[in-house]
């Protein structure tokens, strides 16, 4: 899909996609929540904090923008229902998510940090790359080994992506097949300068084409 300037199958940039309110009440409830349970660890992980559905971050307007969304996009929502919702919160002495895919159809992405706290316009997004995993891959093993993702999808294609720049109240909507990774972001100190995203996943993984190997109780 093309808005905003970007015409890549699977990837769809929204801008202004909240109303100032909302966007206002959102921001708010991100930044005041004290469900942040999870911690990543800065080595491993990049470091941030996350708060998830099933565990306290259960807001009535998340919901209701949730379904919203999946109302108003029949085309790209049709058959992919609500799966999973998380915040991350991140710390700009840190990098962010590594490179992953997630099992879901459709990932939208959207962000709520305000952009006087982005010391780098041109960053601090997100890198999705545009090469799709073949259908017979194990989901487990290629989003646990970088190394074999890098090697047999990415490098073949020159690493080919689609780079985001962080916005307040953009929204990416995308493949969740897709592997992608927070880009390097550079945000203010201060708790109110943190980025945070607001991830709602639809729907089962969508996987690349290929030929279905028969299930054990057919063979």
């Known amino acids: 899909g ?21 966007l206002s009440r959102i921001r708010q409830i991100l930044l005041e929540s004290t469900v942040f349970y999870q911690t990543k660890m800065p080595l491993r992980f990049g470091g941030y904090v996350g708060a998830y559905i099933d565990d306290g971050l259960h807001d009535r307007i998340l919901l209701q ?28 002495d840190y990098s962010g998510i590594n490179i992953h895919a997630d099992q879901a159809a459709v990932n939208v992405n959207l962000w709520l940090t305000p952009d006087s706290a982005n ?43 689609v780079t985001v720049p962080h916005r307040q109240n953009r929204a990416v909507m995308f493949d969740s097949a897709l592997f992608h990774h927070t880009d390097r972001f550079k945000f203010k100190k201060g708790f109110e300068n943190h980025r945070i995203n607001l991830t709602i996943l639809y729907g089962n993984m969508q996987m690349g084409q290929a030929k279905r190997s028969p299930a054990k109780d057919e063979l």
């Open 2 to 22: 093309e808005e905003g300037g970007y015409a890549t199958p699977g990837i769809v940039v929204i801008d202004d996609i909240l109303s100032p309110q909302a």
């Open 65 to 92: 923008l949730a379904f919203e969304l999946h109302q108003k996009l029949p085309r790209i929502m049709k058959g992919h229902p609500l799966k999973y919702l998380w915040a991350y919160k991140y710390d700009s």
């Open 119 to 161: 010391l780098d316009p041109d960053s601090g997004g997100l890198v999705i790359f545009t090469a799709k995993p073949p259908a017979n891959w194990n989901f487990e093993k290629y989003n646990t080994d970088t190394e074999f993702v890098v090697e047999q999808l990415l490098r073949p294609t020159g690493f080919a992506n």
